[in-house]
């Protein structure tokens, strides 16, 4: 009898979970040195980006246009116009695109689908969020107001597509991304086009690139000539986001860090 109940307990004791269960297990270097990655690297690919500008901001320029581009292309198709990022100039249709904006929505919802059905739930919410931008974008702004939208988004996308380029550093590690050190090139790219919009937006008036080029007039020059901003309310604006996207980074880099010592604690 005492050995039957004995066996009872037995097959009712719960299994222990399994290591995958737990997170990663990396092997001791490994782990220590992941971590002493998401230590330090964000802060020194800013603080370095920093001072890159400052000494040669004509080079860092030439980089940053790219982000810069791609922020008035990727804003112009969230509001349903199609655009095509170039070298200095991005074209963009006068009128909106149905089959875009149905395009845009697949593959957001694409995107969301397999990221829910990798538990990748940081990337889900990310593009449930993207879908009520765009929903935004597309039904509730004028035409006339999109276009002010996407010439802010140039310089603004420095902002966000520099912060998002800095926070694939902490990509999964299974991820292309991870596998082929691409981190490492997003993080020093996006850390330059971050702190060369934010060397013109955070230092007054002064700065700022009114006039015109072989393209005709800057964007900060369209804002305020064609749409009536005020100066005041494009520093504003633009240095807002600047700081937004900052604590944005500030969460994405704690919460690595964090992840990053669990690790380094199973790995010991």
């Known amino acids: 009898m005492f050995a039957k ?23 001791r270097d490994e782990a220590r040195r992941e971590l002493h990655y998401r230590l330090f690297a964000l802060p020194a690919a800013l603080i370095g980006a920093h001072l890159v500008v400052s000494v040669m901001p004509g080079a860092v320029r ?15 198709w969230l509001c349903g116009f199609p655009a095509f990022p170039g ?36 990337l889900v919410v990310s593009g449930a969020a993207l879908l009520i ?4 974008f597309t039904a509730r702004l004028y035409s006339d107001q999109a276009q002010q939208l996407i010439i802010f988004g140039g310089d603004a996308g420095c902002f966000v597509l520099g912060s998002v380029l800095i926070a694939t550093f902490y990509a999964n590690r299974e991820g292309a991304i991870y596998q082929n050190s691409l ?19 955070s230092h007054g008036a002064a700065n700022i690139p009114f006039g015109e ?31 937004f996207c900052l604590v944005a ?3 994405v880099y704690t919460a690595g860090l964090a992840q990053a010592q669990q690790v380094w604690k199973r790995a010991n």
């Open 5 to 27: 109940y004995a066996r009872i307990l037995v097959v009712a004791e719960p299994a222990p979970l399994a290591a995958e269960d737990q997170g990663p297990v990396l092997p």
């Open 133 to 136: 931008v765009q929903f935004i």
């Open 213 to 243: 080029n072989e393209n005709g007039l800057s964007d900060p020059s369209v804002l305020t000539e064609l749409y009536g901003w005020t100066i005041q309310q494009l520093l504003d604006r633009y240095y807002h986001l600047a700081i």
């Open 183 to 201: 981190r490492w090139g997003f993080l020093v790219i996006g850390a330059l086009a971050y702190m060369d919009a934010f060397a013109v937006w």
């Open 87 to 122: 070298p200095w100039f991005t074209p963009v249709f006068p009128d909106r695109s149905r089959v875009l904006t149905v395009m845009l929505v697949g593959l957001i919802g694409f995107g969301g689908f397999r990221a829910w059905k990798k538990r990748q739930w940081v």
């Open 62 to 76: 030439m980089l940053a246009m790219w982000i810069h581009e791609c922020g008035h292309a990727v804003t112009a």
């Open 249 to 251: 980074l500030a969460v």
